[in-house]
């Protein structure tokens, strides 16, 4: 008799993803050696770049019940997924490693208040799905691939966003365009802090930015479910190594990429990044860009390495300011984000654009 375990809907993401090879090279939810290795050094235990530890957290009694099994049942929403071909059944420090991994234990970082209600218990092993019809809406890199060499393009860069587009984005994709034959707008709609975007506002935006001022480039817009962890430079590197699996060649990583509050230097994922790329080949060129800001002097968005007036004609353009403007049903300033966005996001009834759980 097999044992089973229900998932919660990020575990069930989580296989979700390893299966559909959105993860690889992992194959299932991350032993003990690979673990510890990844918390401890960044990387696989075969020493290939990894940055965010995959691991299936569950509960004693199912840590007693399949330590000497072979196979552990998966469920979600009390339906058949699949099955973890067990490897191996192990504890976890869990204060220390989420210390390691996001570099605080302040209860008020998101990432941070999530990990420390797991488990310490977990299992590692195979992840096997049953029911094939769960990968038929995911985005699989077998698809994105076929997309991009269907349409010919041997260069793409991919964006990760969580947020609507404002000018500071248009601003890095347009860079980005002058770089690779295209763009593939990747915006992020799994789990998020309460006050983000909320996945309708994201998509809504982005649809109208595609129609009115994106309309016959080389973009590809599709969404990637999986939870937003807040880990910063870590998940940063976790972000680029996904987007190589989804086939693209370029990533961009930004100011305080992954970033929550001011628990990351502004370039800290950019630090990490040059530091992994000296030792190791990831398969993606990194393109470390600048924080766009609005000049008042230059009158249009620039950088600090494209413009060097005095701080008083710099405008920083913050989503948090525009997330404000817009839950008061105002435009931001068209120097901040295009109109038809604004409206587009304004229109969703009952603030639905902002994540409230």
């Not at 509960?59 to 071909?85: A, M, P, R, W």
């Not at 076929?146 to 860079?175: M, S």
């Not at 109109?339 to 009952?350: F, G, H, T």
Request: aromatic share 10%; hydrophobic share 35%.
């Amino acid at each position: 008799m097999h044992y089973k375990l229900e998932l919660r809907e990020e575990q069930f993401q989580d296989s979700i993803n390893i299966a559909s090879g959105l993860f690889h090279p992992i194959k299932g939810f991350m032993s003990s050696l690979d673990y510890h290795s990844v918390v401890n050094d960044m990387e696989l235990s075969n020493g290939e770049v990894w940055t965010i530890p995959i691991s299936l957290d569950i509960d004693y009694k199912t840590y007693i019940n399949i330590s000497h099994k072979q196979k552990l049942c998966l469920t979600f929403k009390n339906k058949s997924v699949g099955y973890l071909e067990v490897e191996d059944c192990y504890e976890v420090d869990v204060e220390g490693d989420t210390l390691k991994i996001f570099g605080t234990l302040d209860s008020k970082h998101p990432g941070v208040t999530k990990e420390l209600l797991k488990s310490k218990y977990r299992v590692g092993g195979t992840i096997i799905i049953s029911d094939l019809s769960l990968l038929d809406n995911c985005l699989k890199p077998e698809k994105t691939k076929k997309y991009f060499k269907d349409k010919g393009w041997k260069t793409i860069v991919g964006f990760q966003t969580r947020n609507p587009i404002h000018k500071a984005h248009e601003y890095l994709q347009r860079v980005a365009l002058e770089v690779c034959d295209a763009l593939f707008i990747n915006p992020l709609v799994g789990w998020k802090k309460q006050g983000d975007f909320s996945e309708d506002a994201v998509t809504l935006g982005y649809e109208q930015m595609l129609k009115d001022y994106y309309n016959g480039l080389n973009v590809y817009f599709a969404s990637l479910k999986t939870p937003m962890r807040y880990a910063g430079p870590k998940e940063a590197i976790f972000h680029a190594i996904i987007r190589r699996n989804l086939g693209c060649t370029h990533f961009i990583i930004g100011r305080d990429h992954a970033g929550v509050g001011d628990y990351y230097g502004k370039y800290e994922a950019h630090h990490l990044a040059r530091n992994i790329i000296k030792k190791n080949k990831l398969g993606i060129e990194l393109m470390l860009l600048n924080e766009p800001f609005h000049c008042q002097k230059c009158d249009q968005i620039v950088s600090s390495k494209t413009c060097n007036h005095e701080d008083k004609y710099k405008v920083k353009i913050s989503g948090t300011k525009i997330r404000e403007i817009l839950g008061n049903d105002r435009r931001p300033s068209s120097t901040f984000m295009r109109p038809e966005v604004a409206d587009a996001i304004i229109a969703l009834k009952d603030k639905k654009f902002i994540k409230v759980r």
